[in-house]
């Protein structure tokens, strides 16, 4: 290579050559033309990986993780733009299935949120047993309150139960005392026989006619 090549600034070595590199090592260091390139990258749901890689290919710029991840840190309203951005995604994902309070639909959104509200790849990764985690949670949280209802449906059911027989004793009671009643005016209007009048008689029999009565029916029991 002559001594005039040499000279040259790297990257103007010849015709065709690659452009030179740009370092930025601080947040403070990133220059205007950049700043909205990165604000749609964060906004639209990349991760800070995305970005570097992106700026890398796109802007021969290279730019650490640290860097990022302090530039969209210190921006709160860059942070506000993501959010509705996200929120926005999941709308529309979640109108695409058709209706939109199904548990399909539910679902998905909560997937689509945990992935792309994640700001690394770590963070935005989303599994198999992850989803599967997230439906068998849901599913767990149904059959509870499935339980749950069922046993308010008994226990309802047994108040109501309860209350019924005894309004059937209490009629039963009343009923004794009347019948007992009539039974000692027949046993005195037939006083001196020597045999139970056909008054007695009735009277004892519908007594014990009372008495072989169930407080509730078996089907109902």
Same mark, same amino acid.
């Given at each position: 290579? %002559?001594?005039? #090549?040499?000279?040259?600034?790297?990257? #103007?070595? +010849?015709? +065709?050559?690659?452009? =030179?590199?740009?370092?930025?090592?601080?947040?403070?260091?990133?220059?205007?033309?950049?700043?909205?390139?990165?604000?749609?990258?964060?906004?639209?749901?990349?991760?800070?990986?995305?970005?570097?890689?992106?700026?890398?290919?796109?802007?021969?710029?290279?730019?650490? &993780?640290?860097?990022?991840?302090?530039?969209?840190?210190?921006?709160?309203? &860059?942070?506000?733009?993501?959010?509705?951005?996200?929120?926005?995604?999941?709308?529309?994902?979640?109108?695409? &299935? +058709?209706? =939109?309070?199904?548990?399909?639909?539910?679902?998905?959104?909560?997937?689509?949120?945990?992935?792309?509200?994640?700001?690394?790849?770590? +963070?935005?990764?989303?599994?198999?047993?992850?989803?599967?985690?997230?439906?068998? %949670?849901?599913?767990?949280?149904?059959?509870?309150?499935?339980? &749950?209802?069922?046993?308010?449906?008994?226990?309802?059911?047994?108040?109501? @139960?309860?209350?019924?027989?005894?309004?059937?004793?209490?009629?039963?009671?009343?009923? @004794?005392?009347?019948?007992?009643?009539?039974?000692?005016?027949?046993?005195?209007?037939?006083?001196?026989?020597?045999?139970?009048?056909?008054?007695?008689?009735?009277?004892?029999?519908?007594?014990?006619?009372? #008495?072989?009565? =169930? %407080?509730?029916? #078996?089907?109902?029991?």
């Amino acid at each position: 290579m %002559s001594e005039e #090549a040499k000279n040259k600034p790297n990257g #103007a070595t +010849g015709k +065709g050559a690659e452009a =030179p590199v740009q370092v930025i090592k601080k947040v403070g260091d990133i220059p205007e033309g950049l700043l909205k390139f990165i604000d749609d990258l964060l906004e639209d749901g990349a991760t800070f990986e995305d970005v570097v890689e992106t700026l890398q290919e796109e802007r021969q710029t290279q730019m650490s &993780l640290r860097v990022v991840s302090g530039y969209f840190r210190a921006n709160l309203n &860059l942070q506000k733009r993501r959010v509705l951005r996200q929120v926005e995604k999941a709308r529309e994902l979640k109108k695409s &299935l +058709g209706d =939109p309070e199904s548990e399909e639909a539910s679902l998905a959104d909560a997937v689509f949120m945990t992935g792309y509200m994640g700001l690394t790849r770590k +963070g935005a990764e989303i599994k198999l047993k992850d989803i599967e985690s997230i439906r068998l %949670s849901k599913e767990n949280l149904r059959l509870r309150n499935q339980v &749950l209802r069922q046993k308010d449906q008994q226990n309802r059911q047994q108040k109501t @139960y309860r209350h019924l027989r005894a309004e059937v004793e209490k009629s039963k009671l009343e009923f @004794y005392k009347l019948k007992t009643a009539a039974l000692k005016r027949a046993m005195a209007a037939e006083e001196g026989q020597n045999q139970l009048g056909p008054q007695t008689k009735r009277a004892i029999e519908e007594i014990y006619g009372v #008495a072989s009565i =169930p %407080s509730f029916p #078996a089907e109902i029991r």
